[in-house]
């Protein structure tokens, strides 16, 4: 039998459509299995695809299922503000008032709460991830440099470093903006370093930034996901804020920023991230706009 769900496509992590990062958000996802939800994302083709389902446990406002075209993921972080984003506009849309200020997200890595605030571009919805967790990865400066397109002398610090807020990733620090701007990543040696150390993809950064006013320049390569280039990454840069106060790269916590990611994909985005101390976890926030409504066949 035939069935049809709703769903909204939005750009997180700005305000303007066509920018940020995309992501499918399914309504009424609670009776989908998990071979179907796999399968929608890979139709959907976007780094990640999100399902709203009840919640299961206490505390929280519904249950998000987040997948990339290859994989269920514990948490991500433009899909957590996609996901809020549309709970929060499919209540006002019906009428429902007064609306919440938190919302409280279920995923696989626990409850995520999301706060909402007014400001002069309009809403911002800003996630509280879980606290960090560290790696070091053996991995040599002349291995980084090959898989990311760039002198060994372009990049500051022995290797790798890796975190988790929810999610694993790896980074490497380039010695400027224009660096990160103009790599060629290897994404085969990419994929192959994921497989082999569970970690999801490897982010590139830099101190500074190609936009005005930005603190940080990030970019994420996720191939072992079907991501070969993500355009805004809300777990990256969780991550990557928790080492930036953990090693007080811009000086000792609390530590606040601007991030710029997706410039040389067209999809500029900004992160607000914040730290208020080493260790705890980090508030990464941005904007979100509606793209599309839509109804898919099942």
């Not at 989908?32 to 709203?52: H, K, P, Y």
């Not at 988790?164 to 990160?180: D, K, L, Y």
Request: net charge negative.
């Amino acid at each position: 039998m035939t069935r049809t769900k709703r769903l909204w496509q939005v750009d997180a992590f700005t305000a303007d459509r066509y920018r940020g990062n995309p992501c499918a958000v399914f309504f009424d996802g609670g009776d989908l299995g998990t071979d179907e939800m796999q399968r929608i994302a890979q139709e959907m083709n976007l780094s990640e695809t999100v399902f709203l389902c009840p919640p299961t446990v206490e505390g929280a406002d519904y249950r998000a299922r987040i997948f990339t075209p290859r994989n269920e993921l514990p948490f991500a972080g433009h899909p957590t503000i996609s996901a809020a984003f549309c709970v929060l506009n499919s209540m006002r849309d019906a009428g429902f008032g007064p609306l919440p200020t938190v919302l409280h997200q279920e995923c696989l890595a626990g409850i995520v709460p999301v706060a909402i605030s007014q400001g002069a571009g309009g809403e911002t919805y800003t996630m509280t991830q879980v606290a960090p967790a560290f790696r070091t990865l053996d991995v040599s400066r002349s291995d980084v440099a090959s898989m990311l397109g760039c002198d060994v002398d372009e990049l500051v610090g022995p290797g790798l470093d890796a975190a988790t807020t929810g999610i694993w990733w790896m980074f490497a620090r380039c010695t400027s903006p224009e660096v990160v701007a103009r790599l060629e990543p290897d994404m085969t040696a990419i994929s192959v370093l994921s497989m082999e150390t569970g970690i999801t993809g490897l982010g590139a950064w830099s101190v500074g930034g190609t936009l005005p006013g930005v603190d940080v320049k990030l970019r994420c390569f996720a191939p072992a996901e079907g991501v070969p280039e993500d355009p805004v990454t809300g777990s990256a840069n969780g991550c990557l804020a928790s080492l930036i106060a953990r090693d007080r790269v811009l000086g000792d916590a609390p530590v606040s920023f601007l991030a710029e990611q997706g410039v040389e994909m067209g999809r500029a985005g900004l992160i607000s991230a914040s730290v208020p101390a080493v260790g705890a976890g980090p508030n990464i926030g941005g904007q979100v706009v509606r793209v599309m409504v839509g109804d898919l066949t099942i």
